[in-house]
């Protein structure tokens, strides 16, 4: 296995993602940040984060995939979420339940950081993913 998820003792709980990932491998992949677009750039979901949130995991899916990995080499992800309030929790958590079997993502997730910022790529974008990766 290149990728160990684990939570050592002592660390907070409970969070729906491990705190450490440990990782053998000598290709790192790294996924630049991915939107709710199609490869012609059109947008793919309507205007709430868990659609968004949903088709940005399935682009990450397929950059991934292009550099022959999947979300069980995840070492880390990254989400940059516009206006971020604790009460998304609930919508982002959605978007992930959405195509976590679909796309094979772990439970729990791999390492992972909540941004907020106040704008992203395009004003109609509400979420964008970041992956980083490690294969053998």
Do not use: C, K
């Not at 709980?13 to 790192?28: E, F, K, M």
């Not at 868990?50 to 999947?70: D, E, M, P, V």
């Not at 791999?110 to 004003?123: A, D, K, M, Q, R």
């Amino acid at each position: 296995m290149t990728v160990q998820l684990t939570t050592p003792d002592g660390m907070f709980q409970p969070v729906p993602y491990h705190h450490v990932s440990i990782a053998t491998g000598s290709r790192h992949v790294h996924v630049a940040g991915q939107i709710n677009r199609d490869a012609d750039a059109h947008r793919l979901a309507p205007g709430d984060l868990t659609g968004q949130l949903a088709h940005a995991l399935r682009n990450t899916a397929r950059g991934l995939a292009g550099a022959g990995a999947t979300f069980s080499d995840i070492v880390r992800l990254r989400f940059f979420v516009v206006g971020w309030e604790p009460e998304q929790m609930d919508a982002f958590l959605a978007g992930i339940d959405e195509v976590a079997d679909e796309l094979g993502i772990p439970r729990p997730l791999p390492p992972l950081s909540v941004i907020g910022v106040s704008y992203l790529f395009e004003p109609d974008v509400l979420v964008e993913v970041e992956a980083y990766a490690v294969v053998d």
